[in-house]
Each structure stands twice: as C-alpha cells, then as structure tokens.
T-cell receptor, first 113, second 114 residues
Framework: DGGITQSPKYLFRKEGQNVTLSCEQN?????MYWYRQDPGQGLRLIYY???????QKGDIAEGYSVSREKKESFPLTVTSAQKNPTAFYLC????????????FGQGTRLTVV | DQQVKQNSPSLSVQEGRISILNCDYT??????FLWYKKYPAEGPTFLIS?????DKNEDGRFTVFLNKSAKHLSLHIVPSQPGDSAVYFC?????????????FGKGITLSVRP
C-alpha cells in the first residue's frame, strides 16, 4: 500500500525548542517537498529535494532545516529561529522533478505554546 | 507578490448545479497547472491538471479550462455534489528540471448545498 506518511498528526512544543517533523514515502519518488499552510493562505514552499543528499530552499526557508539522507525520508526541523512556527505542515512527493503531480501526506499540525 | 490568485475565498452552489472555480496567474513562465482538493486537517489530493499547450482537459465531472492570453484558468464541476464541499487549490508549475516547484493559490472553499 504505497503512500506518503507524516507523523505525528498533532504536535505541541514549548517556545524555544526545536522540533522535527517526519515524512516518509514508499512511492519510490525522487522529489520531496515541505509546504506550510496558514489560515487564509495558500501552501507556501519551505524546502524541496530533487534527489538524495541534495535540497534547495523554498520561499520561506528561514528558521527551518531539512536533510535527505535516504530517498524515502525528508524530515523537517522547525528551529527556535522560526518566529511563527504554529501552522499546518504538509509534505509532498512527486515521481518526476517536473512535479507534474504531487502526492501529499496527511499533514502535521504543530502548535507552539 | 502573489503569482497565483484565487480571488474569491468561497463559493456556495446548489447540489446538481455547476460549480465554477476561477484562478488567475501572473507568471507567463508557468507551463502546467493543477487543481487540488483539500478536506480539513488532511493533505490535498490531486484532482486534475492541464498543460499550457492545451485549452481544455476533462475528467468525468471535472473540466479545467485554460485561457493563456488572459492568464486565467477555471475548474468546472458538473453536476456538483455535497461531497465536493472542500477547499480547492489552484497550483502552477514554472520551469522543469532541477528547480521545478508548484506555486499555490490561497484556495477557494466550495460548499454544495443539498
């Protein structure tokens, strides 16, 4: 049963703490992406990776970090430098670098208190 | 500067009627357009797409129209069903290869009344 899995679904952290969001896919996709959704906003690109051991900053990368050590995994770390970390985070993958169709995970709701 | 605009935040239609969701873009380098459907607290799911070399693509009840000269696309759902109630995102792709990525609009909330 192929798909893309994000965990956990809900996450609470204290202000000033780093937190890592998991994203795993078994679709054998080369490309993976992290988006953030805020109320009334579209999906904004944080980071993306077209291939293992390589990634690029998206439109709002400040305060975030990623790694791509394995094809299946693209974890996102929300650091204490991110000024407004509370949001809904979505991970996506696509079979081709052209992103002709992206598959999304179920999302992680991060709340920083 | 928003490159993909969905100017109407919401739309309400009667079951069985047509839903028309609009999307405008500013970047002439966009070459591929997609529509995603999203339920609350879930990830978006792909609905339909269209290449910039076409002006129409149809899949069952869903049709996407592209007017390149006007930089406008629309999603038509007919007949609309209550299960279509969701947020619909328009997305556009610029470039291919190493720097390909999708730019999303803010979304339109569609409500289909029984």
């Amino acid at each position: 049963d192929g798909g893309i899995t994000q965990s956990p679904k809900y996450l609470f952290r204290k202000e000033g703490q780093n937190v890592t969001l998991s994203c795993e896919q078994n679709l054998n996709h080369d490309a993976m992406y992290w988006y953030r959704q805020d109320p009334g906003q579209g999906l904004r690109l944080i980071y993306y990776s077209q291939i293992v051991n390589d990634f690029q900053k998206g439109d709002i990368a400040e305060g975030y970090s990623v790694s791509r050590e394995k094809k299946e995994s693209f974890p996102l770390t929300v650091t204490s430098a991110q000024k407004n970390p509370t949001a809904f985070y979505l991970c996506a993958s696509s079979a081709d670098r052209g992103m002709s169709e992206a598959f999304f995970g179920q999302g992680t709701r991060l709340t920083v208190v | 500067d928003q490159q993909v605009k969905q100017n109407s935040p919401s739309l309400s239609v009667q079951e069985g009627r047509i839903s028309i969701l609009n999307c405008d873009y500013t970047n002439s380098m966009f070459d591929y357009f997609l529509w995603y459907k999203k339920y609350p607290a879930e990830g978006p799911t792909f609905l339909i797409s269209i290449s910039s070399i076409k002006d129409k693509n149809e899949d069952g009840r869903f049709t996407v129209f592209l007017n390149k000269s006007a930089k406008h696309l629309s999603l038509h759902i007919v007949p609309s069903q209550p299960g279509d109630s969701a947020v619909y995102f328009c997305a556009a792709r610029s470039d291919t290869g190493a720097n390909s990525k999708l730019t999303f609009g803010k979304g339109i909330t569609l409500s289909v009344r029984p």
